[in-house]
C-alpha cells in the first residue's frame, strides 16, 4: 500500500483520496491521447514526410544547420507548449474528435488563434532548409494551404458554433496566424 499523501493532504489509500487516482489515471490517458495523435499527425506530417520526400540529401552546415536547429526548436517547441495548454487549460488534444472543452486563449495562443499549425510549420521549414530542398517548399505551400483551409472551412465555424460570443472575441482581438499589432487608444 502506498504511504503518504495527496498533494491537497488527503492520505493515499483512504476513501478520502479515492477521486485522486481517477484525476491521475484521466491525466495520463490524457497524456498518451496526446502523444499518439503526436506521433501520427504532426509527426507524419513534419518528419516522415519531409525525410520521405527529400531524405537522403546530404545536410546543410554552417549559417544554414544553425538556422534549421533554430527552427526547429522553436518550431517543437510551439507545438509542445500548445499541446500543453490544450491538455492542461482546454482538457483535450489537438485531435478534432477529442478537442479541447474550453477555449484555450493563453499561453501562444494570446498571440496567434493557431501556434500549433505555425510550429509544424516551422519544422516543415527546417528540414527544407537543412536539406536544402526546393521541393520541401512546395511541400511547405501545399501544408500551408490545407491549413489554412482546414481552419477556414471547419475549425473556425466549428470553434464559433462551440464558443460563440467569446470566440468571435477572440478572433477580433488575436489574428489568425500573425500576431496584431497592439492598437493604441
Avoid: Q
Avoid at 117 to 132: D, E, M, T
Amino acid at each position: 500500500m502506498l504511504h503518504g499523501a495527496t498533494p491537497d493532504g488527503r492520505p493515499f489509500g483512504t476513501a478520502a483520496s479515492a477521486g485522486a487516482g481517477v484525476i491521475g489515471r484521466d491525466a495520463v490517458v490524457l497524456a498518451l491521447k496526446n502523444l499518439l495523435f503526436t506521433v501520427l499527425v504532426p509527426g507524419t506530417v513534419a518528419v516522415y514526410l519531409p525525410l520521405a520526400i527529400a531524405g537522403g540529401r546530404d545536410a546543410a552546415s554552417g549559417a544554414l544547420l544553425v538556422l534549421a536547429l533554430v527552427l526547429f526548436t522553436a518550431g517543437g517547441a510551439l507545438y509542445a507548449w500548445c499541446v500543453w495548454d490544450f491538455a492542461t487549460s482546454g482538457r483535450g488534444t489537438p485531435a478534432p474528435i477529442d478537442a479541447p472543452t474550453r477555449l484555450v486563449a493563453e499561453g501562444p495562443y494570446r498571440y496567434v488563434r493557431n501556434p500549433m499549425y505555425v510550429g509544424v510549420l516551422a519544422v516543415i521549414s527546417a528540414w527544407a532548409v537543412l536539406l536544402r530542398s526546393s521541393v520541401l517548399l512546395l511541400y511547405l505551400g501545399f501544408v500551408t494551404t490545407v491549413f489554412t483551409l482546414f481552419v477556414v472551412l471547419y475549425e473556425e465555424p466549428h470553434l464559433r458554433r462551440l464558443f460563440g460570443e467569446p470566440y468571435d472575441a477572440y478572433c477580433a482581438r488575436v489574428g489568425r496566424w500573425f500576431p496584431r499589432r497592439c492598437s493604441r487608444t
